[in-house]
């Protein structure tokens, strides 16, 4: 009897933990406006003083998505925003840096459509790919 009530302890705690975490992962990605699946740490990096953070989410998503791409700047915003972070990072972990070279290729084949978002010292960069439905999600918190 003991040992099938810590079982169902053990079981109902795991549960709990893993809708948890999914349900943090999607509101990491709350911005996007549309019904998000398949949610992937892709990159999580060591965290700095206080919040400090970089963090790379893959995704896909069900339907649509809307992203705003009339301000065509993309390439200038990767390279301010996240491209020098990316590149000290990927020295320190062989399969960022091959997820890198996969996004940039994707990025110079101008594949993506993507959203950037600013707020109170978090910085997003949405990338998709409706092609692949494959999406990225740089957090920079700093």
């Known amino acids: 009897m003991k040992k099938s009530i810590i079982l169902i302890l053990i079981l109902v705690t795991c549960v709990f933990t893993f809708n948890h975490f999914a349900q943090n992962n999607r509101n990491e990605l709350s911005e996007l406006g549309t019904s998000v699946k398949n949610i992937k740490m892709a990159y999580k990096s060591e965290r700095g003083f206080e919040n400090d953070r970089f963090d790379i989410y893959s995704f896909s998503i069900e339907g649509e998505i809307n992203f705003n791409n ?28 091959e997820k890198q070279n996969q996004i940039e290729n994707l990025l110079e084949e101008k594949r993506f ?19 692949s439905n494959i999406g990225y999600c740089f957090i920079l918190t700093i």
């Open 70 to 97: 009339e301000d065509s700047n993309l390439e200038a915003i990767y390279q301010k925003e996240f491209r020098n972070i990316l590149n000290t990072e990927s020295k320190k972990n062989e399969s960022l840096k």
């Open 113 to 131: 459509v993507y959203k950037f978002v600013n707020l109170k010292g978090t910085k997003k960069l949405y990338l998709y790919d409706s092609i």
